[in-house]
């Protein structure tokens, strides 16, 4: 079922924004195997909006939406990991346009890294380090926020 969310937003300049209501994504974070922190990635699809570059599952936010509700569905039905249980730790506006469109990033805490089941929009979803993140071809939204949410990791840990 599509939401009422849906849709670009065009700023004054031409520039677009996927989710008439903002959108939000959710950076999932757990203990991996050696102790250190992994995060959640998605390989996007190269259909979609800057498809085969790696960010966060999320998306548009419907009217009715909190971004917590938004992270948490999108990231359930782009990497099937709604049913677990999560601690939201933050949320964080990690972009803004003058139309007034916004994309918030929501951190949140596993007790362990879930398995993942991809659909149509993810290529791959993957757990790295922090520190892994940056050699892989990011999205430029999700590049130019990066810096800020590795250092709210670090404050958060």
Do not use: C, K
């Not at 999108?74 to 003058?98: L, N, Q």
């Amino acid at each position: 079922m599509r939401g009422d969310g849906d849709g670009w937003v065009f700023d004054p300049d031409g520039s677009r924004y996927w989710g008439r209501h903002g959108a939000a994504g959710l950076l999932l974070r757990a203990p991996g195997p050696d102790g250190e922190a992994v995060v959640l990635l998605q390989h996007r699809a190269v259909w979609s909006h800057q498809g085969g570059t790696w960010a966060l599952p999320g998306g548009a936010r419907d009217s009715h939406e909190s971004a917590v509700d938004t992270a948490i569905r999108e990231a359930d039905e782009e990497a099937g990991i709604g049913h677990h249980d999560m601690r939201v730790r933050a949320e964080i506006v990690t972009a803004s346009s003058p139309s007034g469109w916004t994309y918030t990033t929501v951190i949140a805490d596993v007790a362990e890294p879930v398995a993942t089941v991809a659909n149509g929009e993810s290529t791959e979803l993957r757990w790295v380090t922090p520190a892994d993140v940056d050699a892989l071809p990011l999205h430029p939204g999700f590049a130019q926020s990066w810096p800020l949410l590795r250092d709210q990791l670090g404050a958060l840990a």
